[in-house]
Nanobody
Framework: QVQFVESGGGLVQPGGSLRLACAAS????????MNWYRQAPGKGRELVAS????????YYADSVKGRFTISRDNARNTVYLQMNSLKPEDTAVYYC????????WGQGTQVTVSS
């Protein structure tokens, strides 16, 4: 079955950086685009970034464009989210996601940006 193991979240000061990782299993990773979503307290889940199956195409939400970078390593079945210049409004639980007919989600990793 589809499984994700997310890592890399934590507490960081404004202006700092974090790198999230999501290791996937249970499907042919290099056949699917991958997504990162986030959900802040009291808000809906928001698409942050997407990457095509080959890594040749990416999408970013306007709120993170120029600060976040999504990438993938198909040999390691892992997708990454490099987050720079973090702001307090980036505080959320971050989830990796794949759509294979239905949505599959990781367990989420907490990112807190606070001084």
């Amino acid at each position: 079955q589809v499984q994700f193991v997310e890592s890399g979240g934590g507490l960081v000061q404004p202006g700092g950086s974090l790198r999230l990782a999501c290791a996937a299993s249970g499907f042919t990773f290099n056949n699917y685009a991958m997504n990162w979503y986030r959900q802040a307290p009291g808000k809906g889940r928001e698409l942050v970034a997407s990457i095509s199956n080959t890594g040749g195409s990416t999408y970013y939400a306007d709120s993170v464009k120029g600060r976040f970078t999504i990438s993938r390593d198909n040999a390691r079945n892992t997708v990454y989210l490099q987050m720079n210049s973090l702001k307090p409004e980036d505080t959320a639980v971050y989830y990796c996601n794949v759509v294979r007919g239905v949505d599959y989600w990781g367990q989420g990793t907490q990112v807190t940006v606070s001084s």
